[in-house]
């Protein structure tokens, strides 16, 4: 088995790189493991391309972000002998959250990685851009593209450059017309966000649809109306820890299945795990493609509160 290391060396406040070699070092006394450092965008998808035109049994570590293990994903979709992992060194990481904070916490044992078990995972689609975690649109979508420009300040974590970056968006205004076809739904008008989740963060920690399981065969899907900064503002905290069945049902859609259409009247963004996609209309869809994804053992998604009550009572 071939244990390729893709280092993104900007991830988060920027990785130490001596730390990160030392983890493999522990994890791999007799070495047998190959490190490769990203020097800018798209070279992590390449560098996952020439381990699978090897067409060898390969895992793939990530070590980086959500931006890094989106490339290399999209590096390794669709390919039965190559699997991907995330080596959490960002300032998000979000998709980690769906295994819950201690889960999401054991990713960094690189030999916990390397002997783990691993399993087929759901990615989304948007324009032929491919996702493991969440698609969106709207102003969270610009929160997301202009929230760089926070992340570097030392004294702001990753939600917090989220925050700032979403208050800034919400001065310059919060809906845009937008048309959307979401399953049964056909909607025509001012919109604020739409989000189509595979796993079930981001932008920091934000949850807004937490039945969202990654392998399941369907894609969870939310979309808040024209709201005002007054009403953004009282709800935004439901929406975020994912209560969004107690917001008032004129405000928002939501639908599981497969696919969805929307179309802007001037150009805007889509957010893929963290990577923007530009245009004016978006078709977000479940992939036919798979991407094989390890954990370490005894790592699983963290449990919704229904499922622990559930889990009690039995």
């Known amino acids: 088995m071939r244990h390729v290391f893709i280092i993104n060396p900007v991830a988060g406040k ?20 190959e490190v490769f450092t990203t020097l800018g965008e798209g070279d992590a998808k390449a560098l996952t391309e020439k381990v699978v035109a090897e067409g060898k049994p390969a895992r793939v570590y990530a070590c980086g972000g959500d931006g890094t293990l989106n490339e290399v994903v999209n590096g390794a979709a ?17 998709f980690l959250r769906v295994y819950g904070k201690k889960g999401r916490g054991k990713f960094e044992d690189i030999a916990a990685l390397r002997d783990g078990p691993q399993s087929p995972m759901d990615l989304i689609d948007c324009n032929g851009r491919l996702g493991i975690d969440v698609v969106c649109v709207g102003v969270d979508a610009r929160t997301a593209t202009d929230v760089h420009r926070y992340k570097q300040h030392p004294l702001v974590t990753g939600s917090g450059a989220y925050v700032l970056s979403l208050m800034e968006n919400v ?74 069945k107690e917001l008032d049902p004129v405000l928002y859609l939501s639908w599981h299945g497969d696919a969805v259409d929307l179309e ?47 889990a009690a009572v039995k």
């Open 171 to 244: 001065v310059k205004g919060i809906t845009r017309p937008m048309r959307v076809d979401m399953g049964p739904h056909h909607y025509d008008g001012k919109t604020a966000l739409l989000c189509v989740c595979n796993g079930r963060h981001y932008g920091g920690g934000f949850c807004p649809m937490p039945e969202a399981i990654p392998d399941d065969g369907v894609l969870d899907m939310l979309m808040v109306k024209d709201v005002s900064r007054i009403k953004l503002a009282q709800l935004v905290g439901k929406y975020a820890k994912g209560r969004y």
């Open 14 to 33: 920027r990785l130490d790189r001596r730390i990160m070699l030392s983890r493999m070092e522990r994890a791999f006394p007799r070495g047998g493991y």
């Open 264 to 310: 802007l009247r001037e150009e805007g963004t889509a957010i893929v795990d963290g990577e923007v996609v530009r245009g004016k209309s978006f078709h977000i869809c479940l992939s036919d493609k798979k991407v094989n994804f390890f954990r370490p053992a005894g790592v699983y998604y963290e449990q919704l509160e229904e499922e622990k009550t559930v």
């Open 78 to 94: 669709g390919c039965d002998y190559v699997a991907v992992t995330n080596v959490p060194t960002g300032t998000g990481n979000d």
